[in-house]
């Protein structure tokens, strides 16, 4: 299953709302999740199931889709957002990814 | 709490082998599919293979880029999954990552990553 993540990079201000989108080859039945990565860290969930946030995420971030069609949304964006995202698919295997949005403050 | 953590990453010359590990806690690993996930230097992720449970066989499955030359396995009295990595080449230095589940599509682990670099 491929992933089209876009958009692939963005310039955001403290303060703004972003949307990132991630467009699945085919359904996955929500079965998607969204990470923030920062430089030399490990991958870190925000997102599972399409919608659920991961505990301890901030409530700025939501998640939204199904189908195909799925949607990171930051809310009132703040410095430490600073970072790449990514969505998956775990669906079916194997796992894919987008390929990553960088979202720069 | 749960926690994956890799081990035995490091600088190797192309052509050698490497074996990596990955230690779990925290969760029945007997019921989990483990996986390793690697990311090269700017680049984004990509799923290197996985290890099914023993219910499901226990068998494992990899990606075209390694198929033939990387062998996963697991010790489940361990609670440990391997990467045997074998006639490295330039294009897999990378982080790699251990990743799993525990039911599916719920909360996703990751462990800290392991840097492996193929150089003369």
């Known amino acids: 299953i491929q992933l089209t993540q876009s958009p692939s990079s963005l310039s955001a201000s403290v303060g703004d709302r972003v949307t990132i989108t991630c467009r699945a080859s085919?359904?996955?039945?929500?079965?998607l999740a969204w990470h923030q990565q920062k430089p030399g860290k490990a991958p870190k969930l925000l997102i599972y199931?399409?919608?659920t946030l991961q505990s301890e995420v901030p409530s700025r971030f939501s998640g939204s889709g199904s189908g195909t069609d799925f949607t990171l949304t930051i809310n009132s964006l703040q410095p430490e957002d600073f970072a790449t995202y990514y969505c998956?698919?775990?669906?079916?295997?194997?796992?894919?990814f987008g390929q990553g949005t960088k979202v720069e403050i | 709490e749960m926690q994956l953590v890799e081990s035995g990453g490091g600088l190797v010359k192309p052509g050698l082998s490497l074996r990596l590990s990955c230690a779990a806690s925290?969760?029945?690993?007997?019921?989990?599919?483990m996986r390793w996930v690697r990311q090269a230097p700017g680049r984004g992720l990509e799923w290197v293979g996985h290890?099914?449970?023993?219910?499901?066989?226990?068998?494992?499955d990899y990606a075209a880029a390694v198929n033939g030359r990387f062998t996963i396995s697991r010790d489940d009295s361990k609670n440990t999954v391997y990467l045997q990595m074998n006639s490295l080449e330039t294009e897999d230095t990378a982080v790699y990552y251990c990743?799993?589940?525990?039911?599916?599509?719920?909360?996703?682990?990751w462990g800290q990553g392991a840097l492996v670099t193929v150089s003369s």
């Open positions: 925290g969760f029945t690993f007997t019921d989990a599919w």
């Open positions: 998956q698919q775990v669906n079916s295997n194997p796992w894919t």
């Open positions: 085919q359904g996955i039945n929500n079965y």
């Open positions: 990743s799993t589940e525990i039911t599916l599509g719920g909360v996703i682990y």
């Open positions: 199931a399409g919608s």
């Open positions: 290890i099914k449970s023993r219910s499901y066989g226990g068998t494992a």
